[in-house]
T-cell receptor
């Protein structure tokens, strides 16, 4: 079991370019979460997705940011026209289920993160 | 408003000493609470998970407690090691909009010095 795989691990972009971050959940997990972590700060929720559905995007900036989790392939977090303030670590996590009340059902497994640097 | 507050924000202790990290929450309804450890430059790793009915749970030198009445949890680290230096994040799960929503604390940064 390879765990949650994120790539690229490091990404450098110039202002105005696009950044695409990919996340492959653990085998058997159908729920994906994206978090952003600014330097010296805690994790901030961005978006929660199931296959082909965005369940909660309340933490996602209204402009320039989008996320998808297609039927086939990894989840993608896309940032258009990046600015210096987008520089952060972006973590993806997956869980087997989102709606169960069982304690272990929504234990998140995190990836190692993608570190975006905007020059 | 669902919130998770952790204290202290940062902590420095000497190797071999014990320490206790605090987590207060206002998440309702409550499903479970877990502690994560995040090493610098890495993703968080789950240490313990506790449900409403559990008061104490241990994982090696880590012991988590939960008081669901006062909505407080603590993480006690015994005989600290240099490798314990990390951020410790309290995460509370509540039900919102028909699904489990995770509320993250800002974390406590622990530095263990030799």
């Amino acid at each position: 079991n390879a765990g949650v795989m994120q790539n690229p691990r490091h990404l450098v972009r110039r202002r105005g370019q696009e950044a695409r971050l990919r996340c492959s959940p653990m085998k058997g997990h159908s729920h994906v979460y994206w978090y952003r972590q600014l330097p010296e700060e805690g994790l901030k929720f961005m978006v929660y997705l199931q296959k082909e559905n965005i369940i909660d995007e309340s933490g996602m900036p209204k402009e320039r940011f989008s996320a998808e989790f297609p039927k086939e392939g990894p989840s993608i977090l896309r940032i258009q026209q990046v600015v210096r303030g987008d520089s952060a670590a972006y973590f993806c996590a997956s869980s087997p289920k989102g709606k169960s009340s069982k304690a272990g059902a929504n234990v998140l497994t995190f990836g190692a993160g993608s570190r975006l640097t905007v020059l | 408003k669902n919130q998770v507050e952790q204290s202290p924000q940062s902590l420095i202790i000497l190797e071999g000493k014990n320490c206790t990290l605090q987590c207060n929450y206002t998440v309702s309804p409550f499903s479970n609470l877990r502690w994560y450890k995040q090493d610098t430059g890495r993703g968080p790793v789950s240490l313990t998970i506790m449900t409403f009915s559990e008061n104490t749970k241990s994982n090696g030198r880590y012991t988590a407690t939960l008081d669901a009445d006062t909505k407080q949890s603590s993480l006690h680290i015994t005989a600290s090691q240099l490798s314990d230096s990390a951020s410790y994040i309290c995460v509370v799960t509540g039900l919102s909009g028909g699904y489990n929503k995770l509320i993250f604390g800002a974390g406590t940064r622990l530095a263990v010095h030799p």
